[in-house]
């Protein structure tokens, strides 16, 4: 089964310290506007998952949702979540920490593709 979300050591080693000082999070990858586009990181009390949300799947054994507008636009992609050093969104758990939460991605092959869309359509069934 193809992963459409993943994460490097660096971002696993940070979800890790997250998750040992908060307990239970989750992940959100941004639109834009105010929270910069980045994947942000969320105690499960600071952000609402919705029926407009598309969970891609888990890093680090933690959730990680998409809004459906922004998951129409990078169905076609795999999303890599990375660490840099400075600071990220100001709503993210690892703000404080000197690190932020960075995605990359990667456009899936048509073998990929199709086994998705084979899971996405057994989903629905």
């Known amino acids: 089964m193809v ?4 994460a490097t050591p660096a971002a696993l080693a940070l979800i890790a310290e997250l998750k040992a000082q908060y ?7 941004s639109g834009g ?31 990680f949702y998409i ?10 992609t795999q999303l890599i979540l990375d660490v840099i050093d400075g600071h990220g969104g100001t709503f993210s758990l690892e703000g404080a920490s ?5 995605t990359r991605s990667r456009l899936f ?14 989903d629905l069934a």
């Open 23 to 29: 307990g239970d999070i989750q992940f959100h990858q």
């Open 98 to 102: 000197g690190k932020a939460f960075h």
């Open 33 to 63: 506007c105010c929270d910069n586009s980045a994947a942000n990181c969320y105690l499960p009390t600071d952000l609402t998952i919705g029926s407009y949300d598309v969970k891609l799947g888990e890093v680090g054994g933690v959730p």
């Open 67 to 76: 809004g459906k507008l922004q998951y129409d636009y990078w169905k076609h």
């Open 109 to 122: 092959t048509d073998e990929e593709w199709a086994q998705i869309a084979d899971q996405v359509a057994q």
């Open 3 to 6: 992963e459409r979300v993943t």
